[in-house]
């Protein structure tokens, strides 16, 4: 006989080839361990099928008796589910105030504010500490980033007319050539860093993301533009590699933050706006002047997670100085900035091909890279460091700017 | 301290990672325990007997061969533990749902599609229930047998799987399956839903168990029966284990889920009485 404080669940026509085990599982549920659930169906495999999904979960099985009229099976209710779960948590909360500050490695790929099975396998990500990472600014800049992304197939006129000197236009290519290098340095980077952050911190991954998304859209225009007139690419010297090459090195997210985006993108700004005013063509122009504007918005994080760090931690100035003298001891050695891009940027900012127009433009230069100075020290008084420590540490960045 | 050694059958990679786990979660116990694996049951089951190993996981088919081995040798053997899922399975004779058959004995002068020759669930179990329902195997209907991991007894789900494809395919009239397979095969859609129906189910049999012989030391062999036997669900070291073993727990084991295929094997001649090989076209 069936009690009628016992449920009963119909399949109707359902087979559980077809989902029905979605029904059953619904209706245990709402039951204890070792409560009954009737089950009942018109699928002809029923009741195979139903003693064959409730082996594999943890559930017994009894067939019905000729009186328990509506049921072809019982579930027995087993408590797999309830021991998968048992000790499950959140990860923290969706939302910034949901940050967890240290989430345990095995929590991996998991959405934050995800119920957590426990137990896991370890990640890869080594930097797992929130402080390690975060800028409060960190989600305004991402939001910001996403909504100014930009096709470069169409917000540049490709198609302007660009019909520079044959000397000027060598210079723009050698330019380019330079800054597609630069580029690369900069997507690889925050690239590197990202697959290390424990995706926990979400936006910090996400705004990492856009940043390499953005270098690599800078690398398609500086590219597109080089080769806009035939010309072969301009020289890569030995100095410039090396120069990048200890930026690669730098294994401390904060560090390479530091040195990436505050000093060495930093620096960039100054120079694509100098490329925007001198800029010989509109093409040459506006790839310029987009690429500013992201460049901007990763010199703000670089800033202003290296000001949160500055908060916590009084050991930060020290090391950000040691990874500039670091640097410095590491190129002492090397020439600085490749002597082409040098004077591929005389040559734009002088305008014509006159002793007096190359004066002009060679005191440009020295200027840029007087402006590029004041404004690292401007950036590093900003993050704490005295007047004269500002100073003494921008002269030993590297002079290939980045 | 001895280590407890277990023999294993390397059907799947998986294999590997189970045992594997199930060793360092054991040895986190202070519990010394090792395992080898073999390329097929017969060889683990001479091993067992021979006491070149303590005990084996064994499939039913290499049990019943353990048993009649143990026991030309003067030797005894039993099941130490099951999983929760070797208990009470049934195998199922499926046709395609437009096939006239109504009941077994419509099959006479059918083709059937079975498993491996070494399979308990997909051939050995359910010719001898044919048997009983008054058809012959190759007298009263034909058999096709679909030879995939042959020395495996059956762990490999190919044949199962091509038999299935072969009924689908209208290559034969008849296909035989354990249980779980048969919902496997729907869901994963190698038969689609509706498309083929349950003629008959066999009567309910276990499956694997952990042998183990007399000459193993008693005390390692009862303190890892009680290992396993605590191995909970709720554990998150051992669950991955468990689910990839397919048990939610390990159950006391038992010797009565074996006599259809005790049968089987006896109608077969698959082996003789003390435990040789006598069946033809098997070779592990």
């Known amino acids: 006989m069936t009690n009628p404080a016992e449920p009963v669940v119909d399949l109707e026509t359902l087979s559980f080839e077809q989902g029905a085990h979605l029904l059953v599982q619904q209706e245990l549920l709402g039951l204890r361990p070792g409560q009954r ?16 999904w409730c082996r594999a979960h943890g559930h017994r099985v009894t067939p019905a008796l000729d009186t328990d009229f509506g049921v072809r099976a019982w579930v027995e209710r087993g408590r797999a589910d309830l021991d998968r779960w048992a000790g499950a948590q959140r990860a923290g909360a969706p939302g910034v105030d949901g940050i967890v500050a240290d989430p345990p490695s095995d929590w991996g790929l998991a959405a934050r504010g995800a119920l957590i099975e426990v137990g896991g396998p370890q ?9 390690l990472v975060w800028a409060e600014i960190a989600p305004a800049l991402y939001a910001n980033a996403a909504s100014a992304q930009w096709d470069p197939n169409t917000a540049i006129d490709w198609s302007a007319p660009v019909d520079n000197a044959p000397e000027v236009e060598r210079a723009v290519v050698q330019v380019m050539t330079y800054l597609i290098e630069n580029e690369q340095a900069a997507l690889v980077i925050p690239a590197k860093l990202l697959a290390r952050v424990h995706p926990h911190f979400r936006e910090v991954l996400q705004l990492l993301a856009v940043q390499a998304a953005d270098e690599a859209r800078h690398m398609e225009v500086f590219t597109r533009r ?14 410039g590699r090396e120069s990048l090459s200890t930026l690669l090195h730098e294994a401390e997210f904060s560090m390479a933050s530091f040195l990436l985006s505050v000093l060495g993108e930093g620096s960039f700004l100054n120079l694509l706006e100098f490329l925007d005013k001198n800029a010989p063509d509109p093409v040459t122009r506006m790839v310029t002047r987009l690429a500013r504007r992201d460049e901007a918005r990763h010199v703000a994080f670089g800033v202003a997670h290296l000001r949160h760090q500055a908060t916590l931690d009084p050991d930060v100035h020290r090391r950000m100085r040691m990874a500039v003298e670091r640097r410095y001891d590491a190129l002492v050695d090397t020439a600085g900035l490749n002597q082409d891009v040098f004077d591929s940027l005389v040559i734009l900012a002088a ?20 402006e590029m100075d004041d404004g690292r020290q401007r950036r590093l008084v900003h993050l704490g460091f005295s007047g004269d420590e500002a100073a003494d540490l921008s002269a030993l960045h590297t002079k290939n700017f980045m | 301290m001895t280590t407890l050694l277990m023999g294993a059958v390397a059907y799947d990679p998986k294999v590997v990672t189970i045992w594997g786990g199930f060793r360092s979660w054991l040895r986190a116990r202070d519990f010394d325990f090792d395992f080898v694996l073999y390329s097929n049951y017969e060889r683990q089951a001479e091993d067992l007997v021979e006491g070149r190993i303590h005990t084996a996981w064994n499939s039913p088919l290499a049990w019943l061969r353990t048993e009649r081995l143990a026991k030309a040798a003067g030797r005894t053997v039993r099941p130490l533990v099951m999983r929760d899922t070797d208990r009470d399975l049934t195998s199922v004779v499926v046709v395609r749902t437009e096939s006239a058959a109504e009941k077994v004995s419509d099959l006479k002068g059918a083709t059937i599609g079975v498993g491996a020759v070494d399979s308990p669930q997909a051939t050995l179990i359910p010719r001898s229930f044919l048997r009983e329902a008054g058809l012959e195997p190759g007298n009263d209907l034909s058999v096709r047998r679909f030879d995939v991991g042959v020395g495996l007894h059956g762990d490999h789900i190919g044949g199962e799987r091509d038999a299935a494809r072969a009924l689908l395919a209208g290559e034969v009239d008849a296909a035989t399956m354990i249980d779980t397979n048969h919902l496997l095969f729907g869901r994963e859609g190698t038969l689609p839903a509706g498309s083929t129906r349950v003629l008959a189910q066999t009567g309910k049999f276990d499956h694997c168990n952990m042998s183990v012989v007399d000459t193993a030391p008693d005390d390692l062999v009862k303190r890892f029966g009680e290992l396993l036997l605590s191995m909970s669900y709720a554990d998150a070291e051992v669950r991955p284990l468990l689910d990839l073993e397919g048990l939610k727990m390990w159950q006391e084991g038992r010797t009565t889920g074996y006599g259809l295929l005790e049968t089987a094997v006896d109608e077969e001649g698959f082996y003789d009485e003390r435990g040789t090989v006598t069946a033809t076209e098997y070779s592990p």
Not at chain 1, 123 to 131: E, G, V
Not at chain 1, 355 to 362: E, L, T
């Open chain 1, 37 to 52: 659930l009737g089950v009942t169906g018109a699928d002809p495999a029923l009741v195979v099928h139903l003693e064959v």
């Open chain 1, 351 to 370: 305008g014509a091909w006159t002793p007096q127009a190359i004066a002009k433009g060679y005191e440009a230069v020295m200027r840029l890279q007087s």
């Open chain 1, 226 to 239: 080089a080769l806009l007139t035939g010309h072969e690419m301009g020289t890569s010297a030995v100095s």
């Open chain 1, 123 to 131: 990640t890869p990500f080594d930097i797992t500490h929130r402080d």
